[in-house]
T-cell receptor, first 116, second 117 residues
Framework: AQSVAQPEDQVNVAEGNPLTVKCTYSVSGNPYLFWYVQYPNRGLQFLLKYITGDNLVKGSYGFEAEFNKSQTSFHLKKPSALVSDSALYFCAVRDMDNNAGNMLTFGGGTRLMVKP | DTAVSQTPKYLVTQMGNDKSIKCEQNLGHDTMYWYKQDSKKFLKIMFSYNNKELIINETVPNRFSPKSPDKAHLNLHINSLELGDSAVYFC????????????????FGPGTRLTVL
């Protein structure tokens, strides 16, 4: 079985400050990890993914995420937050070794609020 | 051009009715999905489908059924609608899920908000 935990329902940060949105995962094999963002009344948009290789992954809109196998984490980060980054962020995992199809399991989402 | 589109955007109906939501993707992808997002924004996979295999999340009631007339379309049929079916339903697609590319990201449609009265 595969699962994802996003321990924070909401993260508040001031514009210009760095932000971190936390994600931990559980898979029996090796993980594919993804971050998506959802703006109000919109579908999810892909931000970045970790497949293999460098643990630091860079994605859209200046976001990056660091894969940490020992801590089973894939936290999303950005050095300087913008008000326009305010949205709902989802972490997702797929067990590359033990999952038929491309079934992603999503975390519960974290609402990011960036204040001016 | 919209990559993944869904119709209708809003659907309001009575309990017990049967309804369908349509999904089309113009990305040339070979795999499509349906997700349900509940009022707490929790997102859950319902189906994964390509031309070879339908994978159903075991928790999905059999009142829900996907129908794919061709590779670019995956429609969702819901029979005997219940109050608890009220949610936002998202269609998504990706490429080569079963043939070497399970690491490919999924592209999501804008969602269909279903309200059952």
């Amino acid at each position: 079985a595969q699962s994802v935990a996003q321990p924070e329902d909401q993260v508040n940060v001031a514009e210009g400050n760095p932000l971190t949105v936390k994600c931990t995962y559980s898979v029996s094999g090796n993980p594919y990890l993804f971050w998506y963002v959802q703006y109000p009344n919109r579908g999810l948009q892909f931000l970045l993914k970790y497949i293999t290789g460098d643990n630091l992954v860079k994605g859209s809109y200046g976001f990056e995420a660091e894969f940490n196998k020992s801590q089973t984490s894939f936290h999303l980060k950005k050095p300087s937050a913008l008000v326009s980054d305010s949205a709902l962020y989802f972490c997702a995992v797929r067990d590359m070794d033990n999952n038929a199809g491309n079934m992603l399991t999503f975390g519960g989402g974290t609402r990011l609020m960036v204040k001016p | 051009d919209t990559a993944v589109s869904q119709t209708p955007k809003y659907l309001v109906t009575q309990m017990g009715n049967d309804k369908s939501i349509k999904c089309e993707q113009n990305l040339g992808h070979d795999t499509m999905y349906w997700y349900k997002q509940d009022s707490k924004k929790f997102l859950k996979i319902m189906f994964s489908y390509n031309n070879k295999e339908l994978i159903i999340n075991e928790t999905v009631p059999n009142r829900f059924s996907p129908k794919s007339p061709d590779k670019a379309h995956l429609n969702l049929h819901i029979n005997s609608l219940e109050l608890g079916d009220s949610a936002v339903y998202f269609c998504a697609s990706s490429q080569d899920a079963l043939s070497g590319g399970p690491y490919n990201e999924q592209f999501f449609g804008p969602g269909t908000r279903l309200t059952v009265l």
